[in-house]
């Protein structure tokens, strides 16, 4: 709630008006009873046609701007609250830019797009209608009641203590429809999530024929969600009838307390007329905190669960002062370094130490699972070793510039992710002031030139979910051309080059050596021993282990896994050529 009145605080100056148009509106609802018992007192009983017609005047200026005051307090509410919920939806988004990888390994994307989308949404909604209600009612309830106690504090006390046991069940009714709001914002989340899975995976559900088994999934999901939404509306049918009824029941007091009042003369005519107008006041203001209080519960669950996200802090952070030179070399050693996902496990590094001359190009091998990925990530600080440090030109990657370190670097994942837009502006996302040129030689670099070449739109094309399908091997081309726009004096290439057919994949790599100012430190993922073999340092993981270093002459000489895989993956020649020979 904290957070919540910061950014009603932040906007304060722009509530002031709609505030006083709010205040104007209750004056002149509160006003007309008023006129109106006096006309019926004063003018009608005694015929005075001049104060006749000067009250009738004020009830029509009343009205005039009453109408006037409620267009400002709604119009200027909605804007306020829409500044509001901008404000928070782009905090949002600003706050979950700054987290490190490991808060999205445990988060999925629909929970998020449910904190932007729906629960900012109904932040937007209490604003500029729950809240102003809220507020207007109790406001106007106040000022109803004050005119009645005036008018006549005996019946203004009777209907006051008719309506007492209202607030006592509203505050039963808030409660209960708070818990129920909780569980269904969670599972507005998991809707939106599985939606989003079974969307991004379609084309896997499809080509393993389990489309039944996702809409039975998604049916579950959905009737969890349908049964927490029928409780609710049990909770709801419950308790507003029974506010409605209690409500009515004022109405009653009034009736039959001030008939009796009227008839013994004790309050005039026009005091029953004027206190019928002030407890229908009453009971709208009762029935309208009754409604707004279902708003109000379900805008609690909501900013409980955006304000989590927006007080976490992320975890790797520049320090200040940090390190920012003008320019990187590339220079990488490991010193003892270790990591671990996760606290409970085992290390998935351990302790792994290398010196990594700048302009190398570093080829990693090893089984699945040993470590490769894991190791390259630790470069850019995608996640922090446990143990140990990296350093970058001789200073730890936890002293430096995280944007300025992060913008030297290009990467290219495992899992190849392009944007659903142009090729250009894919490539480009990289480095938006790239010029014709470049983009042509890094796109032929990349040997991708050739392709978008062949499409009718060339660099326009659209790709992704709007656009032209493109093989694997097509997606990682460009995903290459978009690190190499970079231009950075690191290159890593996570497995980038597995859809590649070996000769493609040759050519690429060698044009990754060629025609550099400064060659950047490059690390090639690989597989195949015709990816790695010419790269000046040779690692094979195994286990979280590098276990091999050296050259390809040195491993081969060295007569171990790397010797292991050479011989595998070469001996159909030998067999060809002993056969063929
Ligand atoms: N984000 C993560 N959270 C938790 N564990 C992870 C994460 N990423 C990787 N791991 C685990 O760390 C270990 C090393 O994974 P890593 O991806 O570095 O291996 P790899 O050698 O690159 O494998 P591959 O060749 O299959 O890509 C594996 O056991 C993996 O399950």
Partial sequence: MELFQKYIKKYTLSFVVPILAMILCIIADNLSPYIQKILVDKAFKDGNTKLLFTLLTILFVVAITRSIAAYVKEYLFDIVSLKISRSIRQDLFKKIQSFEFSYFDGMNTGELMSRMSEDTDIIWQTISFGLRLFVESILCFGLSLTMMLFLDWQLGLACLVALLPIGFLNLRFHKKLSTNYDAISDQTAQINSTAQQNISGVRLVKSFAREKHEILKFLNINNVYYDLNVKLSKVTSTYLPLMDFLTNISLVVMIVFGGYLAIKGQITLGTLLAFSSYVLTLVNCSRMVGNVTSLLAQNKASSEKIFTILNKEPEILSESNSYSPDEIKGDIEFRNVSLKYNTEEDAVLK????????????????????????????????????????????????????????????????????????????????????????????????????????????????????????????????????????????LILDDATSALDMETEFTLLKNLNQNYDVHPTTFIIGHRISAVKNADIIL??????????????????????????????????????????
Avoid at 386 to 406: A, M, S
Avoid at 439 to 459: M, P, Q, R
Wanted: glycine share 10%; net charge negative.
């Fill in 540 to 581: 094979f993981m195994e286990n979280g282990h590098v276990v091999e270093y050296g050259n390809h002459d040195e491993l081969l000489a060295k007569k171990g896994y790397y010797y292991d895989i050479y011989c595998d993956q070469f001996k159909d020649f030998d067999m060809l050529e002993s056969e063929v020979g």
């Fill in 351 to 490: 302790n792994i130490n290398l010196n990594i001359p700048a302009g190398s190009t570093v080829a990693i091998m090893g089984t699945t699972g040993a470590g490769k990925s894991s190791l390259l990530s630790l470069i850019g600080r995608y996640y922090d070793p446990c143990e140990g440090e990296i350093l970058i030109d001789g200073v730890n990657v936890k002293n430096w510039d995280l944007n300025l370190l992060r913008s030297k670097m290009s990467i290219v994942f495992q899992d190849t992710f392009l944007f659903s837009d142009t090729i250009e502006n894919n490539i480009k996302f990289s480095n938006g002031d790239l010029s014709k040129e470049d983009l042509i030689t890094v796109s032929e670099k990349a040997c991708a030139y050739n392709f978008i070449n062949s499409f009718e739109d060339g660099f326009d094309t659209l790709i992704g979910e709007r656009g032209l399908g493109l093989s694997g091997g097509q997606k990682q081309r460009l995903s290459i051309a978009r690190a190499l726009a970079r231009n950075g004096k690191i």
